[in-house]
């Protein structure tokens, strides 16, 4: 079983950036497909990017787009999203995820991932 711990959330102003971490305890990482999901208050949890076991195929939700980067590091067994412009509305609890898939596929749906991180909060101000 895979724990994913996360890291590098906080409070920001509109149009800065951060970055946030997601680290797997072992090296099965590059077993799974990996993705970022975010929860705002009274809203489900949604999906912002996913990728696949290696990485070369990425997957973003239209309102990151050109915003949001999501690499992986297979050899550090971590994920990373690079966010820049941030808006007020990117204010959520950011969770990674670890799904099984078969091959280079990309899983979207939250009930796809098996293991969650325990999420970290980021704040916009405006």
């Known amino acids: 079983q895979v724990q994913l711990v996360e890291s590098g959330g906080g409070l920001v102003q509109a149009g800065g950036s951060l970055r946030l971490s997601c680290t797997a305890s072992?090296?099965?990482?590059?077993?799974?497909?990996m993705g970022w999901f975010r929860q705002a208050p009274g809203r489900e949890r949604g999906f912002v990017a996913g990728?696949?076991?290696?990485?070369?195929?990425?997957l973003y939700e239209d309102r990151v787009k050109g915003r949001f980067t999501a690499t992986r590091d297979n050899a550090k067994n971590t994920l990373y999203l690079q966010m820049d412009d941030l808006k007020p509305e990117d204010t959520a609890i950011y969770y990674c995820?670890?799904?099984?898939?078969?091959?280079?596929?990309?899983?979207?749906?939250?009930?796809?991932?098996?293991?969650w991180g325990q999420g970290i909060q980021v704040t916009v101000s405006s």
């Open positions: 072992d090296s099965t990482f590059d077993s799974y497909a």
């Open positions: 995820g670890a799904a099984t898939v078969s091959g280079e596929a990309i899983a979207v749906l939250s009930s796809r991932y098996s293991y």
């Open positions: 990728l696949s076991r290696s990485g070369d195929k990425v």
